[in-house]
């Protein structure tokens, strides 16, 4: 058994008055690419907001590689070593592609570079536009370049909210290659409401539904599970 580098032990996150998170408990799995599903509103990015202590647990605990991180600032979360890319993705689009890169990164480093380079390789179109401002992007490479900022610093695992939405079938496709090549170096944690992009990463998931965790295992059994997909994802 592996040790799981993440993991949420019976989290309750409130939001002003609204009980939004009611005891999830999930753990991740280093090297692997996890995916929470669930219906709109099921509290998806509310885990991953918690996580990152954007939208802080009110009890519970979260681990990262065996340390407590429930009641520390996003900024500490952030430098322990996960990246998060929220679904209104973080572009800044008055800037450059360029300078978004810049802005992402600590300091410009002989690595920095060579991270840069490989993100180029996964993502040709922002090295085209790297001195076009961000905000004219369409809306695919707006979401390359919110997963590609993710990547300019060495990360223990990348969380990724959502990033099919608004995306046609061929750029689905070409980000779940991107996403299966990052794979290959960092624990992703992936929310997805498209199905085939999830199958296409996901290994292991979890299925969230008002707040709690109500089904998880191998994505691999997921697929074959007809009823399961049409009572929780509406798919069948
Ligand atoms: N800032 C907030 N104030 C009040 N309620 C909130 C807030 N943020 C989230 N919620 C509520 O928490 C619940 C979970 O929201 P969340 O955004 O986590 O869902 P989700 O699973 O990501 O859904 P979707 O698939 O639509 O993105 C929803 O009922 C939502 O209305
Ligand atoms: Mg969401």
Known sequence: MTEPILSLRDIHTHIQQHHILQGVSLEVKPGRATVLLGRNGAGKSTTLRTIMGLSPATSGTITLAGQAIQNRR??????????FVPEDFAVIYSLTVEENFRLAMFKESEEARQRLAGIFKLFPDLEKFLHSKAGVLSGGQKQMMAIALALVLEHQIVLIDE??????????????ESLNRIKETTTIVLVEQ??????KVGQDYFILDDGRVVHQGLMEDLMKDQELKQKYLGIG
């Open 163 to 176: 990033p099919s939405k608004g995306l046609a079938p061929v750029v689905v496709e070409h980000l779940g």
């Open 74 to 83: 996003p900024f500490e979360i952030a430098r322990m070593g996960i990246g």
């Open 194 to 199: 498209n199905f085939y992009l999830a199958s």
